[in-house]
């Protein structure tokens, strides 16, 4: 063993340490026997190591510590009042709530929820309905009310409009009512409607141009929610 | 929820440990109120959590990894950090009286002071002789080779900080003169 090794070892080596091997610890042994100025090293760490471990470990305890120590520790196994009533309380309003949502009585059916059900309301009325729920109705001229089976809000990617729902002879039409403030009128969109088979069409409204209609139907034709007149 | 067999268990780890983990926290807050609620806090802990320990032989080392972890926790949420260069560190001073004067216990709490924690629980912990080096790596949850090397530089640090020429003859002195 080298010195420098032997420097490295002195530093950790300590009485008991298990982390340092047999061997190294007889060869750091054997070259303290023939090197005066490692084993003069090794005494001063020795020195050193003692005063300052002794120095660290001399710590006064205070009076009557163990005592408190216990102390607190049967305070802490006391049950807590304050704790159990909470938990109690909890425990009767999760039970109270449980018990409320089982017994409360089935809804009854609101009549004036179901207008929008009734057929052949008139766009006056529909459009006031809308209203109230802050949506603005255009009234799409190619369909007649007739044939206005029901209305109702919906979400269109995200956006409330008003869906109207037209039936005529077992042919349906659902009527999407969009603002351009919502969606941007898109020809593109039209044509690709057109070519392909999902019988959903693009309608402008003639005198509205803040509006545009997107109707899916059943199949056929939409002749048969015509207007007359129109 | 305190069992009546545990409660025997808790009394007898505080009538082993509460010297050694009270003079742990004393070295490592430097403070006798703190290293007693720390102590304490450490007590009860244990005896809420009685059930999470397996292995008796290892109750030691258990209690002292709470206090720790409850004295880092009281350091974060006070947000003081302690940090010396330890770059600059000496080395061991070459001519050393004989024997070795005492130590000045306030002295020494101040160089402890200043040392960051992860330098100074290895200290503490190796000079009270109670863990392996493996122990102490365990108990702080890093390498064995990184608590030599803190290790190292920590005792560099208190070296030379406590026992420089100066130093020395500063304690001889107060001896001396007390």
């Known amino acids: 063993m080298d010195c420098m090794n032997a420097r490295l070892l002195l530093l950790f080596n300590r009485p008991g340490c298990a982390e340092i091997a047999s061997e190294d610890m007889d060869s750091l042994q054997d070259h303290l026997e023939h090197c005066a100025e490692c084993r003069s090293v090794a005494h001063k760490e020795k020195m050193v190591d003692g005063v300052l471990g002794s120095a660290l470990r001399k710590v006064p305890l205070p009076g009557g510590l163990q005592e408190r120590i216990q102390q607190r520790l ?30 409360q009585p089935s809804p009854t059916i609101d009549a004036g929820s179901i207008t929008n059900l009734r057929p052949g309301s008139s ?108 | ?42 007590f009860c802990q244990a005896q809420a959590k009685l059930g999470q320990l397996r292995d008796w032989a290892k109750a030691r080392s258990w209690l002292f990894t709470i206090l720790r972890n409850g004295y880092l926790h009281r350091v974060r949420a006070r947000k003081i950090e302690n940090r010396v260069p330890l770059e600059e560190v ?8 004989a024997p070795l004067p005492e130590v000045d216990p306030e002295k020494l709490q101040l160089a402890l002071n200043e040392l960051a924690e992860e330098f100074r629980t290895p200290l503490i912990l190796f000079y009270f002789e109670e863990f392996s080096y493996r122990e102490i790596a365990e108990q ?22 406590l026992l420089q020429p100066g130093d020395l003859a500063l304690a001889q002195d107060r001896r001396e003169g007390g």
């Open chain 2, 90 to 97: 000496g080395e061991l001073p070459e001519r050393l009286p």
């Open chain 2, 140 to 161: 702080m949850e890093v390498p064995l080779g990184t608590i030599m090397s803190r290790l190292a530089r920590a005792k560099a640090y208190l070296r030379s900080r």
């Open chain 1, 123 to 230: 766009p006056e009325s529909v459009t006031a309905w809308f209203r109230e729920r802050g949506l603005t109705l255009a009234i799409p001229p190619e369909f007649d009310f007739h044939y206005l089976d029901s209305w109702e809000v919906v979400s269109l990617q995200g956006q409330r409009v008003p869906k109207l729902l037209f039936i005529n002879q077992g042919v349906v039409a659902h009527v999407y009512v969009i603002s351009t403030d919502q969606f941007q009128y898109d020809e593109e969109l039209h044509q690709r409607l057109l070519n392909n088979s999902l019988n959903a069409v693009i309608l402008h409204h003639p005198d509205n141009a803040d509006f545009f209609f997107l109707v899916i139907n059943s199949g056929g034709t939409l002749d048969s929610f015509q207007r007359r007149g129109v």
């Open chain 1, 74 to 103: 049967v305070l802490e196994r006391r049950p807590r009042p304050w704790i159990w009533l909470a938990t109690a309380a909890s425990l009767l309003l999760m039970v109270g709530l449980t018990v409320s949502w089982y017994l």
């Open chain 2, 1 to 42: 929820m305190v069992w009546p067999g545990n409660t025997r268990k808790i009394e007898e780890l505080v009538q082993t440990h509460y010297r050694s983990l009270f003079a742990f926290a004393y070295r490592l807050s430097g403070s006798v109120q703190e290293a007693e609620d720390l102590t304490q806090d450490t």
